[in-house]
């Protein structure tokens, strides 16, 4: 008898030390679409009436992590810098803020070292598992004010 209430009162302190299932659900809906690794597809800069347009699909790969509150991203051309005339390396990183779809980075590692201590607002938009960040880049005092737009994939790799 003594054996069956240790085992009753046991099994409801281990039940009560449980979220309940409504506060499960409200962790699960919370989750920020954000997190995880994207792959750069195509990037559009618009800067005073000029527009260029790079596909990053071809001759160069960039990825950028996004976790609960930094983001990273890395650029390399796929030729391992062998051509010196498309050799490149970017790498970046830094904490950010989501409010609703307004999405802040504030860069803080970048290679181009004039660029850290900014930071840059973008509006973002996730449809299935494509990434869209689009927004002013604006640096007084490098001369820097252009309109960004990229696209991204989410990968699994």
């Given at each position: 008898?003594?054996?069956?209430?240790?085992y009753?009162?046991?099994?409801?302190?281990?039940?009560?030390?449980?979220?309940?299932?409504s506060?499960?659900?409200?962790?699960?809906?919370?989750?920020?679409?954000?997190?995880?690794?994207?792959?750069?597809?195509?990037?559009?800069?618009?800067?005073?009436?000029?527009?260029?347009?790079?596909?990053?699909?071809?001759?160069?790969?960039?990825?950028?992590?996004?976790?609960?509150?930094?983001?990273?991203?890395?650029?390399?051309?796929?030729?391992?810098?062998?051509?010196?005339?498309?050799?490149?390396?970017?790498?970046?990183?830094?904490?950010?803020?989501?409010?609703?779809?307004?999405?802040?980075?504030?860069?803080?590692?970048?290679?181009?070292?004039?660029?850290?201590?900014?930071?840059?607002?973008?509006?973002?938009?996730?449809?299935?598992?494509?990434?869209?960040?689009?927004?002013?880049?604006?640096?007084?005092?490098?001369?820097?004010?252009?309109?960004?737009?990229?696209?991204?994939?989410?990968?699994?790799?």
């Amino acid at each position: 008898m003594k054996a069956k209430l240790i085992y009753i009162l046991l099994a409801t302190v281990l039940f009560s030390c449980q979220p309940p299932a409504s506060s499960l659900k409200s962790k699960k809906a919370t989750v920020n679409p954000l997190i995880g690794t994207w792959e750069l597809q195509k990037g559009t800069i618009i800067k005073g009436g000029d527009t260029t347009v790079t596909d990053y699909t071809k001759g160069q790969r960039l990825i950028k992590i996004i976790n609960e509150s930094h983001f990273a991203f890395l650029r390399h051309d796929l030729e391992q810098g062998k051509d010196s005339s498309t050799a490149v390396f970017v790498a970046g990183g830094g904490s950010y803020q989501l409010e609703g779809d307004v999405y802040t980075e504030h860069l803080q590692f970048l290679n181009y070292r004039e660029w850290e201590g900014n930071d840059f607002e973008f509006t973002v938009k996730i449809d299935g598992d494509t990434l869209i960040q689009e927004g002013i880049e604006k640096i007084e005092g490098l001369g820097v004010e252009q309109y960004n737009i990229e696209r991204y994939l989410r990968t699994t790799e």
